[in-house]
């Protein structure tokens, strides 16, 4: 297995998890979801400012550069 | 003015701002990235979702009782997730060595197409973190 697929298959497996966590979290109403994640992270001006700031980044990023 | 008559002009409003962004992330998407045309596209939607970050306050709280193990999955979850990325990063980026988010994602927003469905989801992210 070369380095670039070794780190494909280290993604996949990370991305899988959390998409694995969030499935679990819906059906159980005890587990935090992705919706709470955020939600945590963005209970003050600060935070809603910083995550939105991340988002808009992430569009530049993946459309402008 | 009845409740079922607000609730049908909430979806009304909803939908026509759904056909919005869909005919904006169409347009967008047939702009070449490293162009200004791209940037100004990308530049409007971040700017106004910035803005209203800061002008609506849900504040919102989580909910309470959730499991401390869960909450520390999806931090550790994040933290891979973050690390791997700055990992590949500093190893060198490239598809060849250790690629990125970017280098593997952009074989796939090659084509006009992905990439305004890429945009749409974009879009339809930062609304749902506007609802947070």
Same mark, same amino acid.
């Given at each position: 297995?070369?380095? /670039?697929? *070794?780190?494909?298959?280290?993604?996949? #497996?990370? =991305?899988?998890?959390?998409?694995?966590?969030? +499935?679990?979290?819906?059906? /159980?109403? *005890?587990?935090?979801?992705?919706?709470? #994640?955020? =939600?945590?992270?963005?209970?003050?001006?600060? +935070?809603?400012?910083?995550?939105?700031?991340?988002?808009?980044?992430?569009?530049?990023?993946?459309?402008?550069? | 003015?009845?409740?079922?008559?607000?609730?049908?002009?909430?979806?009304?409003?909803?939908?026509?701002?759904?056909?919005?962004?869909?005919?904006?992330?169409?347009?967008?998407?047939?702009?070449?990235?490293?162009?200004?045309?791209?940037?100004?596209?990308?530049?409007?939607?971040?700017?106004?979702?910035?803005?209203?970050?800061?002008?609506?306050?849900?504040?919102?709280?989580?909910?309470?009782?959730?499991?401390?193990?869960?909450?520390?999955?999806?931090?550790?979850?994040?933290?891979?997730?973050?690390?791997?990325?700055?990992?590949?990063?500093?190893?060198?980026?490239?598809?060849?060595?250790?690629?990125?988010?970017?280098?593997?994602?952009?074989?796939?927003?090659?084509?006009?197409?992905?990439?305004?469905?890429?945009?749409?989801?974009?879009?339809?992210?930062?609304?749902?973190?506007?609802?947070?």
């Amino acid at each position: 297995m070369t380095a /670039s697929q *070794a780190t494909v298959l280290a993604f996949a #497996v990370v =991305t899988v998890g959390l998409v694995l966590l969030e +499935g679990l979290a819906r059906r /159980s109403p *005890a587990w935090p979801n992705i919706g709470d #994640v955020f =939600t945590l992270l963005m209970r003050r001006p600060a +935070g809603r400012f910083l995550v939105m700031l991340g988002w808009w980044w992430l569009g530049w990023h993946f459309f402008v550069r | 003015m009845s409740a079922q008559t607000i609730a049908v002009e909430r979806r009304r409003r909803r939908g026509l701002l759904v056909a919005g962004a869909a005919l904006y992330a169409w347009i967008a998407g047939h702009y070449t990235p490293f162009t200004w045309p791209a940037a100004v596209v990308t530049f409007i939607p971040g700017a106004v979702g910035l803005a209203l970050s800061t002008r609506l306050p849900r504040g919102t709280s989580p909910r309470r009782g959730l499991s401390r193990g869960v909450w520390i999955a999806w931090a550790a979850g994040i933290a891979a997730f973050v690390g791997l990325e700055t990992f590949a990063f500093f190893a060198g980026s490239s598809s060849e060595g250790h690629p990125t988010v970017s280098n593997i994602v952009n074989h796939a927003l090659h084509r006009n197409e992905t990439r305004a469905l890429a945009f749409f989801g974009w879009l339809a992210f930062g609304d749902w973190l506007l609802r947070r």
